[in-house]
Nanobody, 125 residues
């Protein structure tokens, strides 16, 4: 059982930055870690992920590629989502998740077994 707690959300202006953190109760290096988001009235969507057993093998949704960076600190059992050049359309509740996804499965919600409670990100124009 892995418990995930997100933090770092808040209010930012368009063009600004935020860094989300996801602290895990156990070791995360053996899990693929994903970031998803859900805007009001919309379905939850994949944002970014970092594959298990890797610190550099990442995958991003086209909408955030070049602006967001996923990373992990294994010593702290924490994963991060650095969000730069924020846009109003990035406004959503952001969730981290842990699973065993490989390949393209990293973008699929069904690939993840554990989810955090979410943290709100609001970007003003």
């Amino acid at each position: 059982q892995v418990q995930l707690v997100e933090s770092g959300g808040g209010l930012a202006q368009a063009g600004g930055s935020l860094r989300l953190s996801c602290a895990a109760s156990g070791r995360t290096f053996s899990y693929t870690m994903g970031w998803f988001r859900q805007a009001p009235g919309k379905e939850r969507e994949f944002v970014a992920g970092i594959f298990k057993w890797s610190e550099t093998n990442t995958y991003y949704a086209d909408s955030v590629k070049g602006r967001f960076t996923a990373s992990r600190d294994n010593a702290k059992n924490t994963v991060y989502l650095q969000m730069n050049s924020l846009k109003p359309e990035d406004t959503a509740v952001y969730y981290c998740a842990a699973g065993t996804a490989v390949g393209r499965e990293i973008s699929m919600m069904r690939s993840y077994d554990y989810w955090g409670q979410g943290t709100q990100v609001t970007v003003s124009s």
